[in-house]
């Protein structure tokens, strides 16, 4: 070998080295990493995370269980988790290789949620209708009977109406105040449709309403989200999307080991505002004021000792007797788990109510489990099977088993407080204006219907199946074939038992006789009761449906181009079948069954004529789908969603309905020339346009319809017949409404503040109304067909706006208000001029073609100028008109004057105007105010209803009489000792009628529910081997920030409804 070559290796030798000690080196540093990520509200385990080394390529995502490995080149890299609708979070490769990561949901980053939109679930940049949506774990904790109940003032556009305070009652919703027209017949409903994991909810009975039961079994904790479509975006349901659609979201199981968690509360109810009567001294002297202004003999007065002795006599009420604190728990366990194959999800729940009197219960179970596996590569299926039942027990009067039991709580009320509830522990006959009878001649006792052994006993169970196959096949990338079958069954038994009961008469005492003794009467001492009594009855309702569908989807990008387009068939059938069966007169006492009563003809024929006639419904519907998405450089977007529908509540020849929608977006803050604008985080501009259909009316009004019934008499032999009951309408097609909605999206400040604003109009028409009977001549007592003919005109705005930070390393801070303002006109319906009434030459009871924020039934009345509170008043009156009356009489003190429109010296109807410019709110806010210490989370919702006007109910407006009781305020009356009192007196003619005397500002504001928690340190936790718990203290309509009603709760309709409820409860969540 050369000299030289010798010295040639000896450097490449020494690089070698060097690299082989570098390489070394490096390979020493690289380090494995791996851990799991959750979320950090419920701990679940969060699927597809990304999680790649910052500032480089490198990176993996998370699998079904949470878990992920990566390798980074040393300890010290730098980790970032991203997740859409999550805030992303970086953090150093652990010495050891493992992690453990919580992700916190974003500061608003509202563009890249995912949401749920029928069909199929997008990204909501990709969406350009108005949807809204709220979390489920926003409401869990809240002790309410229902989840509507939990959704009260949450969204914008979405109404939350309660029917009463009373267990068991329902709550329904309604976007963007639908409405029907006011001659629409049974089956029409301004409620939206209900859809659970796709399968929309069958109908209850054959009117075709909403199945209140699927919606108000469910179980918050056993739902992910609820998603809102307000607009024409709800035309891919274009069979019943005029409404409106509420999609609902259930829990699936999560890969991962099992994850047991529970939730529970206990609480205590009771009235939020308690209202006021009028003592029994007070209630007395008002009727001897009334008496002595129209000179009534002493015999109908109450004597100055009658007086002293209800002054004397404690301030209790019949409502005071039987009221009490109700009691609310309610339990959930669920468990997740599963491998990245197989999860399944599992969850009960149960919940139960006592009221607040006598024996009033609901109580509610519930069952929901569902698997999801992939059977081979490309192919999963997903099972979900869910039950529940629902109970409700009442020992009340029979009427009680009504949504409000409005005449119970009335009786309670309004029953003079003279008269004892019992004497010697015997139940008191009473009647009259207060009793539920409405009769002097019908005594009433709710401690005699609770001794009886009456009761009404109502159940509910539930059964549905849902299960779907899906394909993605490897060969064609970004095809997804979908198969989906859901059945849903509910039986609804109601049985009530009403046996004759006792009441007991005692002797009067007093000047005026209306006072009792304690002495049972000679002649009378008892009374068997038996009106709304001495009967039984069962209401038996069976419902049913099926849905299948089948979808063919395909999504890809190409390039800057990202295309989505879904084609699908959807059918399904419903049916369901009421009876109601009912005999009286018991003939053996206390036996609760159909034998023990009697067999009279009449009953008999009843009973027979229900087995032969049940209401019956019937439904199918057939539907093609279509839905096209473009975008481009994810900064112009088009929708197209196409629905044809084919319904059989038509004829063939107007069976179908093309639904089309045609939606725009724009992601502004994407385009360069807005890069600039540091503040702004992110705006989308869209808006859509379509048409929207409904279907739901009676039950094949097209065709005619018979009642079976006895027939006639051939001699001896009697012969079946029918008798037509509807006049059939061949035209009969689709209800229909075109909606128009613009609006944006953005955020602010880092997506620290967001806001969403929605204009919108929606034009409905061909609605749903029955044909006037003044232009139809009615047929053998027919009732008038159903057409197609009502027009109305809406339009609003809503706004959304939300603000979430941290303060520090401790504390975080969230607020979200949501407000708007709607109006309606109707353009066209049939008018019945007689029931709804004229009011003069300008027929102000003809609200058609009318501002309804000036032309409503509030604001229609008397002006109002004050009370006469002294002769020389009346004198003047009589001066300048000796001829003037006030509703037929001359003019006295103690009156209430009123102007005299058409000046004919006479106040009487044609004096009724509008009184005032607008009655309707200014604007209506919903308001969620957060904030979290550490382990301390509060949050809390409330509501502003701003200007407008409000008015004393009907009820309040009735002065007392012998029989009635009324409010606590009336005391305050004119009489000649008290010329100052703000209400008039007794007699006053035309006191009682709507005028600007009984209506004021409607401002109102209320703490709808709050909840107070504390997590557990996970230290502390760990001491009861439960990795994760948390105490809550929460609330619901707690309480009133501005109430105008000082005699009543704004909640309520009138004085003597059920009253709303106040629950305070404290409850745990803990997992394992």
Known sequence: MPYNMKYLRQPKLLLLTIFSFLTVTLFAQEVTVSGTVTNKENNEPLEGVSVKLKNAATGTTTKKDGSFTLKVPSASSILVFSYVGFANFESKASASGSLSVQLERSSNDRLEEVVVIGYGTKKRVNVQGSVGTIKATEIEDLPVANLPSALINRLPGVGINFSSGKPGSTTTINIRNATTFPGAPTGVTNQPLIVIDGIISNPTQWSQATNADWLENLDASQIEDITFLKDASAAIYGAAGAKGVVLITTKKGKAGKPKI?????????????????????????????????????????????????LKSMPDKSWYDYFWKNGRVQRHTINVSGGTDKVTLFAGGSYYNENGNYGITQNNKYSFRTGMNAVIVDGLSAQVNFASDFNRERSNNWKNAGSETDDATIRALYLTPKWIPVEINGLPVAFGGNAAPNNSTGNPWSLLGVHRSGAYRDAK?????????????PKFVKGLTARVQYGNNNRTNNALGYYPAYLVYNFTSRGQNGLLLSNTLNPTTPSRRVTSQSDQIEEGITTSKNYQFITTLSYGRKFGEHDVDVMVGFDQGEADSKNYLLSKTGQIVAGVDEFWAFNNDPSTLG??????????????????????????????????????????????????????????????????????????????????????????????RLWESRFTQSTGVVFGNNVTGGLDPNVYPNPDLTWEKARNLNVGFDASFLSNKLSLTVDFYNRYSYDGF????????????????????????????????????????????????????????????????????????????????????????????????????????????????????????????????????????????????????????????????????????????????????????????????????????????????????????????????????????????????????????????????????????????????IINPFKYKDPYTSNFANYPTLRTISLGINASL
């Open 460 to 472: 509910s169970q539930g059964l549905s199946v849902n299960a779907s196959l899906e394909w993605k």
């Open 769 to 1040: 109304d029955t044909y006037s009977a003044s232009v139809f001549a009615p047929t053998a007592g027919i009732p008038p067909p159903i057409v197609n003919y009502g027009r109305q005109l809406s339009w609003g705005s809503e706004f959304s706006v939300g603000y979430r930070t941290r303060l520090g390393k401790d504390w975080g801070v969230n607020a979200d208000v949501n407000f708007g303002w709607s109006n309606s006109q109707m353009l066209q319906v049939f008018y019945n001029e007689a029931q709804l009434g004229t009011f003069g030459p300008d027929q102000l009871g003809i609200l058609v073609g009318r501002d309804p924020r000036k032309y409503n039934g509030t604001n229609l009345g008397y002006i109002a100028k004050g009370i006469l509170r002294t002769q020389a008043a009346v004198d003047a009156i009589l001066a300048k008109n000796p001829n003037y009356l006030i509703g037929g009489q001359k003019p006295q003190v103690g009156f209430m004057d009123f102007e005299d429109i058409n000046g004919d010296g006479q106040i009487n109807d044609l004096d009724i105007t509008t009184m005032f410019n607008r009655t309707t709110p200014f604007a209506s806010f919903g308001i969620t105010l957060g904030a979290t210490y550490k382990e301390f989370k509060l949050q809390m919702n409330m509501n502003l209803r701003i200007g407008g006007k409000v008015a004393y109910d009907s009820e309040a407006r009735k002065v007392p009489t012998t029989t009635q009781n009324a409010p606590a305020f009336w005391a305050d009356h004119w009489t000649p000792t008290n010329p100052n009192g703000k209400f008039p007196r007794a007699d006053a003619p035309l006191a009682r009628e709507n005028s600007t005397f009984w209506l004021m500002d409607g401002t109102q504001s209320r703490i709808n529910n709050a909840v107070l928690s504390y997590q557990l340190p996970k230290q502390l936790a760990a001491k009861f081997k439960i990795p994760d718990l948390r105490v809550m203290l929460t609330g619901t309509n707690l309480f009133n």
């Open 606 to 699: 009843s009973i027979q004529d229900a087995l032969r006639n049940p209401q019956f419904f019937r439904n199918s519907k057939r539907s093609y789908i279509s839905r096209a998405n473009y975008s481009f450089k994810g900064r112009y977007f088009f929708e197209f969603i196409g629905r044809a529908d084919a319904s059989v509540n038509f004829l063939p020849e107007n069976r179908w309905g093309f639904f089309p929608t045609v939606g725009l977006g724009w992601k502004v803050s994407d385009e360069s020339f807005f890069r600039n604008v540091a503040f702004v985080n992110s705006l989308k501009l869209r808006a859509n346009y379509g048409l929207v259909g409904e279907d739901r009316v009676g039950n």
């Open 261 to 309: 968690s529970y939730s529970g509360y206990f609480g205590v109810s009771t009235e939020a505002v308690k209202n006021k009567s009028l003592t029994a001294y007070e209630h007395a002297q008002f009727l001897n004021d009334g008496y002595e202004m129209t000179g009534a003999p002493l015999t109908q007065r109450f004597s100055q000792a009658d007086l002293d002795s």
